[in-house]
């Protein structure tokens, strides 16, 4: 079974500063892992992904994801936030086996910036 | 590529009417689409998964009978929320992974469609 867990479900930064969000997973197989971003009244786009290739995964926006499996985790971050990246991110695993497509979401991080 | 639309984005309904949201792959064929609901400020729960020109595989808990889908063709899901209740009232969100090992294990969404149940 996998699951994920968020740590925090509220971050606030000031703009320009380093965004960092936590994800830790659990999972039985080699796990896929995934970033997404939901703006308000939105579905999800997604951020990176990573699929056992490179430990470090670069995705859009300037964002970018560090598999550590000795961790179990997964963290996201930028380097300097920007306004327009306020919203609510999602950590999502999926199993390495199953090209089904079925996530298991994390519980949410929601991202303020502070002008 | 891999874009899915959804419709309505927003819906008003009295108690005891139905609803149907449809989703759509609009550049892709989509054999498998999942179905999310999303409460206020939660994570995404997974309702069920829908498969094209078959029943659809309910998680635990969700009602079957309450919450139809229909995945008629390659490019179209629909969930009817029957006999609606205000505690349905929530954010309905579908999507679709796309075929390959390209975009293996990744999920592409549609825009959400928010029901209140009046």
């Known amino acids: 079974a996998q699951s994920v867990t968020q740590l925090g479900s509220h971050v606030s930064v000031s703009e320009g500063a380093l965004v960092l969000l936590r994800c830790n997973y659990s999972s039985s197989v080699p796990p896929y892992l995934f970033w997404y971003v939901q703006y308000p009244n939105q579905g999800l786009q997604l951020l990176l992904k990573y699929t056992s290739a490179a430990t470090l995964v670069k995705g859009i926006n300037g964002f970018e994801a560090e598999f550590k499996k000795s961790e179990t985790s997964f963290h996201l971050t930028k380097p300097s936030a920007h306004m327009s990246d306020a919203a609510e991110y999602f950590c999502?695993?999926?199993?390495?086996?199953?090209?089904?497509?079925?996530?298991?979401f994390g519980q949410g991080t929601t991202l303020q910036v502070k002008p | 590529g891999a874009v899915v639309s959804q419709h309505p984005s927003r819906v008003i309904c009295k108690s005891g009417t139905s609803v149907k949201i449809e989703c759509r792959s609009l550049d892709f064929q989509a054999t498998t689409m999942f179905w999310y609901r999303q409460f206020p400020k939660q994570s995404l729960m997974l309702m069920a998964t829908?498969?094209?020109?078959?029943?659809?595989?309910?998680e635990q808990g969700v009602e079957k009978d309450k919450f139809l889908i229909n995945h008629a063709s390659l490019t179209l899901s629909t969930l009817t929320v029957t006999s609606a209740h205000p505690e349905d009232s929530s954010f309905y969100i579908c999507?679709?992974?796309?075929?390959?090992?390209?975009?293996?294990?990744?999920?592409?969404f549609g825009e959400g469609s928010r029901l209140t149940v009046l």
């Open positions: 829908s498969n094209e020109g078959s029943k659809a595989t309910y």
């Open positions: 999502a695993v999926s199993p390495f086996s199953g090209n089904t497509g079925k996530l298991i």
């Open positions: 999507s679709a992974s796309v075929p390959g090992l390209a975009r293996a294990g990744e999920l592409f």
